[in-house]
């Protein structure tokens, strides 16, 4: 009878110590965890297609960790690039004089249109607020198939939406107001089943706002602002 319980006993012990050998092994792991050698190379490839006067990308250097720098985001468990924070944020107080609102604008990163990026882990791009001298949004996002927050407002961007960005079905978050687009909106808009927040105010957007608007069910926000662009509702 003595020796049935034997083996019991040994699996009580192995799940009673298999959270404390799991939680060494991953905190262990999280000390020596480190940007991606091909994510942080992209990085520094991008970084070298930017204007940047003001420093803001100091951090970003061959020898530097690239989940430590400015506007950088990893997952804390793989490494892997998650998030891009390029916003350029307006200064506090904003400006006394119109020599200091030209200083700022020359500070502000360029974007470029495109350059060669590949972060197949990238679930956050903010480039809001960069003023992107582009006809086009860059072609290199649509690539950023696992997308869940995109922000490109308040820049340059021209034209009509792209007509089928089909690698962008998970988005949740979508802000593309204050550009200067002049196309209907796309049908593939309406179909993304994951949105809940969608801003096309502020553009020169054309034609109706189809009834298709209400398949968007997971919406909380929709601003479309029927006043700055030409919109008619069906």
């Not at 298999?18 to 060494?24: K, S, T």
């Not at 700022?104 to 791009?125: A, D, E, H, M």
């Not at 962008?168 to 179909?191: E, V």
């Not at 957007?205 to 298709?212: R, V």
Request: proline share 6%; hydrophobic share 40%.
């Amino acid at each position: 009878m003595e020796a049935s319980f034997r083996p019991v006993s040994f699996l009580f012990l192995a799940f009673l110590f298999l959270p404390n050998f799991l939680f060494f092994f991953f905190c262990a792991g999280l000390s020596e965890l480190r940007c991606i050698d091909t994510e942080q190379q992209a990085l520094l490839n991008f970084k070298q297609h930017l204007i940047d006067p003001s420093n803001r990308l100091s951090s970003w250097t061959a020898h530097g960790d690239c989940c430590l720098w400015e506007g950088v985001v990893c997952h804390n468990l793989t490494g892997h690039v998650h998030e891009l924070h390029l916003r350029t944020f307006y200064p506090e107080g904003g400006f006394t004089t119109e020599e200091q609102f030209e200083a700022y604008r020359r500070s502000r990163p360029f974007i470029p249109p495109t350059p060669t990026v590949n972060f197949s882990c990238l679930l956050t791009l903010d480039l809001s607020r960069n003023y992107i001298e582009s006809t086009l949004i860059p072609s290199w996002i649509f690539g950023l198939h696992n997308l869940v927050s995109l922000d490109l407002s308040y820049n340059h961007f021209q034209g009509p939406i792209p007509v089928d960005p089909q690698n962008l079905t998970s988005l949740s978050y979508l802000d593309l107001c204050w550009n200067n687009f002049n196309s209907s909106i796309p049908n593939w808009l309406y179909s993304l089943s994951c949105l809940e927040f969608l801003n096309l105010g502020g553009n020169n957007l054309q034609d109706t706002i189809s009834s298709a608007i209400g398949n968007l069910t997971s919406a909380v926000s929709i601003r479309i602002d029927l006043p700055s662009n030409r919109l008619n509702q069906e």
